[in-house]
């Protein structure tokens, strides 16, 4: 049995009333805590099969960002590990990682925006898309370091995540232009750099973001406008490596439109794209900047993992 606390976090990651790559993450690491602190199992064995039951459940939410798997893996890596650990070593493990996790995720976070800051210029004007919680640190570091900037950001249909950007930014007292995703070719020439998160990063540096990104890249890219991601490592796809591609979500229709109303059409809703790397001038992750051609190595130097073992 799944304590209903753990079942909500679950449903809340899948109706995106929890969304953004990071946050996601974390709050799995918070449901496998939960589930290994609340456990009423006797026996390890009873305890792991809990604690398996718990991230497929996670997993089943949504598909792209490999952020969450990558939490979940890191969680449970080291109970799965501790073979013939009794029960409380196994809990403590699992509550131990989840907290480091949330830590290092926070402060991953902090030091993407100092890191990304730097390259920022004073009179700079930035594109962001969507919402994404390291594009904004960049942004909001830059500012609070005293640089004039002013900031347009797109609407990101069809769940508007754009307006939770301009929300946020407005309060920390950034200039902040809000415009409709098609008027990004219209307005490109006013903006000297575009930042966007990342929901999962491939071993050859192509991004995976928010629906529209690659339109941005695209366009920036003829303008001769710099494009940077900002993403912490836990964002880079370990089975890309082994030619895994990554699962482009497809949501709802009714968040596009009531698809009553047009009985007719066909209505399609993928929620991410793929931005190739030649359109990707360098990635901020808290190791510090690097060209998309370095993710390659950013996954073969973190995610280790035994021969003949799948990455997730
Ligand atoms: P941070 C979001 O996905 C957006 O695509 C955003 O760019 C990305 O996660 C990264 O966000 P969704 O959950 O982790 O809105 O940087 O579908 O906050």
């Not at 029960?87 to 907290?99: E, V, Y």
């Not at 009714?254 to 993928?270: C, M």
């Amino acid at each position: 049995m799944i304590r209903a606390e753990i079942k909500q976090i679950a449903r809340d990651i899948r109706t995106m009333r929890i969304r953004g790559a990071g946050r996601v993450a974390r709050a799995a690491a918070v449901a496998l805590k939960l589930a290994a602190k609340t456990s009423k199992a006797k026996m390890p064995a009873e305890f792991m099969r809990e604690i398996d039951r718990v991230s497929s459940l996670l997993l089943a939410t949504r598909p792209t960002a490999i952020s969450l798997p990558n939490a979940v893996r890191f969680v449970t890596f080291g109970a799965k590990q501790a073979k013939g650990a009794d029960l409380q070593t196994l809990q403590g493990t699992i509550i131990s990682r989840a907290d480091e996790f949330i830590k290092n995720s926070k402060e991953a976070v902090e030091r993407i925006g100092k890191i990304g800051a730097r390259r920022i210029s004073n009179d700079d004007v930035i594109l962001t898309h969507c919402n994404s919680d390291c594009a904004l640190a960049v942004i909001k570091t830059a500012f609070k370091q005293g640089k004039r900037i002013k900031v347009f950001v797109t609407e990101s249909r069809p769940m508007r995540q754009g307006l939770i950007s301009v929300r946020e930014l407005t309060k920390a007292g950034i200039p902040t232009t809000l415009i409709v995703d098609s008027a990004v070719r219209h307005f490109i020439r006013d903006i000297d750099k575009v930042i966007v998160g990342a929901d999962s990063i491939a071993a050859n540096g192509a991004v995976i973001n928010k629906i529209g990104t690659s339109q941005i890249a695209l366009v920036a890219h003829e303008a001769r406008v710099l494009f940077f991601v900002a993403a912490e490592s836990y964002k880079f796809h370990p089975g890309t490596l082994v030619g895994r591609l990554v699962e482009i979500e497809e949501r709802d229709l009714d968040e596009v439109i009531n698809p009553k109303r047009f009985p007719r059409a066909k209505i399609r809703n993928p929620v991410f794209d793929i931005t190739p790397p030649e359109y990707v001038d360098l990635i901020i992750t808290e190791r510090g900047i690097i060209p998309p051609s370095a993710a390659y190595a950013i996954i073969q130097n973190l995610f280790a993992w035994e021969p003949g073992e799948e990455p997730v």
